[in-house]
């Protein structure tokens, strides 16, 4: 595989940047860079800024991966070396929505947990939900430290309204996770077929980047292929 373009990897809500550790090995192996971008998941602004200065420390062009709440996050850069966007079971709002406007936008799954701010004004993920909903497919050691390591949201990171996303202007793919509980089948096919994204279904759950790396894996070395300079 041609490795010209290199890899930004984002993560979403309740999560780090060792959450793609997986993808991040099958991508190496095959002469790929691949660097997973830190979100303080404190606000929206911040989260876009984070995502800019890991984007400055890469040469060259980039294909952009998103999981889950960053999917909102990788579209709202304005980095031309931006060629490509692979969104992973990721929330899409359009210009003027927030990101609770998408991820509330259909009944939710029996099984999704509830979700409420703290004394802090933080909102975790409840320890159960990551075996519930969060990575029901994977193992439980895998889910112990999800648990064990998330990092918890500000409701200002999915309150905010949007600008224009960056996908009406580069080619996106989608992996769409018709096992996930978190956010349903439904509201990711709206929004990839909103985004007019390439649609890549897969019966995985919510974290396919922990218990499916091989798929995302593949949808990450299509956008290469395709965005090859």
């Known amino acids: 595989m041609s490795n010209k373009a290199s890899v930004v990897l984002v993560h979403g809500a309740w999560a780090d940047g060792s959450s793609w550790a997986k993808v991040i090995a099958l991508l190496a192996a095959e002469g790929v860079k691949a660097v997973a971008a830190p979100l303080p998941l404190t606000s929206f602004a911040e989260d876009v800024a984070a995502l800019d200065r890991t984007l400055e420390r890469v040469n060259g062009p980039v294909v952009l991966v998103g999981h889950a709440y960053a999917g909102a996050v990788i579209a709202a850069t304005h980095d031309e070396k931006v060629r490509g966007l692979v969104y992973v079971a990721a929330l899409a709002p359009d210009e003027g929505e927030t990101v609770a406007d998408v991820f509330y936008r259909a009944q939710p799954h029996e099984k999704a947990p509830k979700l409420a701010p703290d004394g802090h004004g933080l909102i ?32 200002t990171c999915i309150t905010v309204a949007v ?16 096992q996930d509980r978190m956010i349903v089948e439904e509201t990711q096919r709206f929004m990839a077929d909103r985004m007019k994204a390439q649609i890549r279904p897969f019966a995985v759950d919510h974290t396919p980047i922990v218990t499916a790396p091989m798929v995302v894996a593949d949808v990450i070395r299509e956008a290469l292929r395709s965005v090859d300079v």
């Open 124 to 155: 975790y993920l409840p320890e159960e939900a990551f075996a519930a909903a969060f990575a029901p497919n994977a193992s439980a050691e895998e889910q112990t430290l999800l648990a064990a390591v998330q990092r918890p949201i500000s409701p």
């Open 163 to 178: 600008g224009a996303p960056l996908w009406k202007d580069r080619p996106a793919w989608f992996l769409l996770a018709e």
